[in-house]
């Protein structure tokens, strides 16, 4: 079953990193766009872990 991650919960994963750069690491296309549920942003952790893996260069 896939995992929804708000917000907090991307910064979190992402080492703490500031809302604006997780916005300008979104407009370059670094990070998966997200899905907007009831005015909200949600991330697929599947599709995040699959993004971030492919930037290390692993295998996903």
Do not use: H, T
């Not at 979190?12 to 997780?22: D, F, P």
């Not at 300008?24 to 872990?49: H, M, S, T, V």
Request: charged letters at 25%; hydrophobic letters at 40%.
């Amino acid at each position: 079953m896939q995992r929804y991650l708000n917000f907090f919960e991307l910064r979190s994963k992402l080492g703490g990193r500031s809302r604006s750069a997780i916005y300008i690491d979104l407009a370059a296309g670094r990070l998966p766009k997200p899905i907007k549920l009831g005015g909200r942003l949600y991330w697929l952790e599947g599709d995040l872990d699959a993004c971030l893996s492919a930037m290390r260069g692993e295998v996903a």
